[in-house]
């Protein structure tokens, strides 16, 4: 059983994100052999969790843990609560954000896995006083086949 890997609560890699918000990698592409990776991410009130991008790399998958996040789609917004899932295939359009009037958190899936290093970059560049303009937030997601629209 060398190969399972197993996450306990309070565990996981902790990083910083933009507006006050925090990312865990729960597991990351280094443990699952690149097929997958779990991230939880928690972002305040009114704070946009991303800008409409495509992936062009990677399927993402949010289970929204708590709040309403405002995921805006091809065929318009859509608001998810706390015990729904979003699956966004390859290629596909997307953006969300938390539209509560409270934090929210959401589990991602990420497959295959490596986007996870794109969170890596944000809390990097936090940690070393970098200002993370829009233009500079799309130069990070560009690194991870990622266009943002």
Known sequence: MTDVRMIRPGEGERLR????????VHLSGEQTGGA????????????IGAAPHIHRGHAEHFHI???????DLADGETTVGAGGT?????????????????WARCLFLLTPA???????????ALEAGEPLAPDRLAALRAAYATETL
Request: proline content about 5%; charged content about 15%.
């Open 36 to 47: 997958l990776a779990v991230v939880e991410y928690a972002f305040p009130p009114g704070a």
């Open 86 to 102: 979003v699956s966004v295939p390859i290629g596909t359009a997307h953006g969300f954000r938390n539209t509560s009037d409270a």
């Open 114 to 124: 490596g986007y996870e290093g794109y969170f890596r970059d944000i809390h990097r």
């Open 65 to 71: 843990l708590e709040g309403d996040v405002t995921f």
């Open 17 to 24: 994100g933009t507006a006050g918000s925090s990312y865990t």
